[in-house]
């Protein structure tokens, strides 16, 4: 790919998610002017972290309306950018009807932005906010790779609309972003494939399904103990950085595991019990998978059995050298992401002591 000039904007979908924050930091930090594609530019209140950013900031933003859904609608913000990063989509776990609050705002509004970026002659790379979710399904899909860890060269096979929807849209997303992408010759496809995000957001109030799942270890739903699923985790700080480096480092090609650690439930608590102590019901035992397996549809709409089955009690491992190798990113110890993305609820107010 040849260099990408400084000067000419660059555009981001999705700006008021939680990633995608990070990621319009880094470049308003950079001296950027930002296109952030909102689906909403008339709201003031949730677009104000953002805009209070470029204040501070020797970069620029300018927001432009557009929805994942909408044919065409990122036309005007993609103008004149060389790089676009495609971080919009939905993430959440529990919903009611798969196809059409994940599937299609996914895969559609992967079509929609990435045949702009054919119509729009500027652009040059797209970097694309895919998920580790479109590498595996399940943990008990570990037993099945080549050398017993995750890495770029695996897909999810095993999920479905029916078994975690969520990364079933991602698996979907990413491959149509491929074909389009193989279809074409003037922009390169770099594709960031995350872990669990965690990390304090710059909208400290962010309705990403990170804040969600962190706010679970100490607002008392995991006061019985925390169940053993295997996870890998990711400071959202670290991602950004990982995003932007994917976009300018010219030999950048392919898919990238962005994964700092691979942990579980009880390993992400121990961080919150040294630092917080007792101030709040964080989850002290690990749970018995059969309890697990007996209540979690119960108190959880999203979770089955199945679920159950293949997750807990199963390690989660990814190989993140590629990311390290090629991209040069760094990863911040799990208990700096565990503890300031805790505080930073604290301070926010969305999570309170001894009350779920
Ligand atoms: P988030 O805070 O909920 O951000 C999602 C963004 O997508 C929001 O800006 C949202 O806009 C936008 N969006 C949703 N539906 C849209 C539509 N129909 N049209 C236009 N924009 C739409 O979640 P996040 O955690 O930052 O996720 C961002 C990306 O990272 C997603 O692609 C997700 O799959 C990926 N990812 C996240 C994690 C994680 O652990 N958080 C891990 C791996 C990958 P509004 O603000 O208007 O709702």
Sequence with gaps: MNEIAKNKP??????????AGWIVKKLLDEGFTVHAAVRDPENREKLKYLSSLA??????IAYFKADLLDDGSYAKAMDGCEVVFHTASPFCLNVK????????PARLGTR???????????????????????????????E??????F????????????HHPYSY???????????????????????INPSLVIGPGINPKGTSESFNLIRQFGDGSMKSGAPNWGMGVVDVRDLADAHFRAAFTPSAKGRHIISGHNTDFPSMAKPLIAHFGSAYPFPKKTLPKWLVWLVAPMVNAGMTRKMVARNVNHPWRADNSKSIR?????????????????QQMIDAGTVAPGKK
Excluded at 170 to 177: I, P, R, S
Excluded at 326 to 341: C, I, N, T
């Design 169 to 191: 849209s991602k698996t979907l997303a990413e491959k149509e972003a491929w074909k389009i992408c193989g279809e074409q010759r003037r922009w390169d496809l770099v594709v």
């Design 144 to 149: 099945k790779t080549a050398n017993g860890v």
């Design 10 to 19: 660059v555009m981001v979908s999705g700006a008021t998610g939680y990633v």
């Design 326 to 342: 090629e991209l040069g990113v760094q990863y911040r110890p799990l208990e700096a992401s565990m503890v300031d993305f805790f």
């Design 97 to 104: 009807d798969p196809q059409k609050e994940l599937i299609e």
């Design 55 to 60: 204040e501070h900031a020797p970069g620029s």
């Design 112 to 142: 929609n932005v990435l045949e702009q970026a054919n119509r729009t002659e500027s652009v040059k790379r797209v970097v694309l906010t895919s998920s580790c979710a479109a590498i595996y399904g399940d943990n008990a899909d570990l």
């Design 151 to 162: 890495t770029e060269d695996d897909w999810n096979v095993t999920s479905s609309l029916a």
